[in-house]
T-cell receptor, first 112, second 113 residues
Framework: KQEVTQIPAALSVPEGENLVLNCSFT??????LQWFRQDPGKGLTSLLL?????REQTSGRLNASLDKSSGRSTLYIAASQPGDSATYLC???????????FGSGTQLTVLP | DGGITQSPKYLFRKEGQNVTLSCEQN?????MYWYRQDPGQGLRLIYY???????QKGDIAEGYSVSREKKESFPLTVTSAQKNPTAFYLC????????????FGPGTRLTVL
């Protein structure tokens, strides 16, 4: 059974810092990996989607990498801003139904 | 505007009652999903549907039921058999095939009184 782990569970950084969020998964037979952002009491916003054949994806200040063989992904946020404060969730797509298995998230606080 | 809508935003239920959560999408997506989120936890899959009139159980389907009579709609019923229904419920949709990025609605918070 696929398991997804996100470390750290919470992270607090001063504004302007570059930071890395980690995601690991136990079964490397994935179709893709998605990073999401969730604000308190809200739904999920898709940030980046990495196909299993890709190594990384970039969108603005965000860069996500995927190492499928080792079961790891990282989300790099450059020049963090207070508006980046949210919970970041990682999810992998597996199985014939391509269902998503989620990690528990990293709660990020960027201090002004 | 294209997107996924969920209603109501907040729902209160007495023990023993069934309630139905609405999910509608106008993205012309074939696949739709229901997830449950508990505090401090990731999302868990309840049910999914890849085509009209067909749906499959996810990891935690007990106490829930769904229907998929129209492509745009995938309502979720929380029955009285669900022992701990208080949670945040999220609906998602995606196109079919490889690379099926999932898009989420704003969620419904269900509280059992």
């Amino acid at each position: 059974k696929q398991e997804v782990t996100q470390i750290p569970a919470a992270l607090s950084v001063p504004e302007g810092e570059n930071l890395v969020l980690n995601c690991s998964f136990t079964d490397s037979a994935i179709y893709n990996l998605q990073w999401f952002r969730q604000d308190p009491g809200k739904g999920l916003t898709s940030l980046l989607l990495i196909q299993s054949s890709q190594r990384e994806q970039t969108s603005g200040r965000l860069n996500a990498s995927l190492d499928k063989s080792s079961g790891r992904s990282t989300l790099y946020i450059a020049a963090s801003q207070p508006g980046d404060s949210a919970t970041y969730l990682c999810a992998v797509s597996t199985g014939s139904a391509r269902q998503l298995t989620f990690g528990s998230g990293t709660q990020l606080t960027v201090l002004p | 505007d294209g997107g996924i809508t969920q209603s109501p935003k907040y729902l209160f239920r007495k023990e023993g009652q069934n309630v139905t959560l609405s999910c509608e999408q106008n993205l012309n997506h074939d696949a739709m999903y229901w997830y449950r989120q508990d505090p401090g936890q990731g999302l868990r899959l309840i049910y999914y549907s890849h085509i009209v009139n067909d749906f499959q159980k996810g990891d935690i389907a007990e106490g829930y039921s769904v229907s998929r009579e129209k492509k745009e709609s995938f309502p979720l019923t929380v029955t009285s058999a669900q022992k701990n229904p208080t949670a945040f419920y999220l609906c998602a949709s995606s196109i079919q095939g490889i690379g099926n990025e999932q898009f989420f609605g704003p969620g419904t918070r269900l509280t059992v009184l």
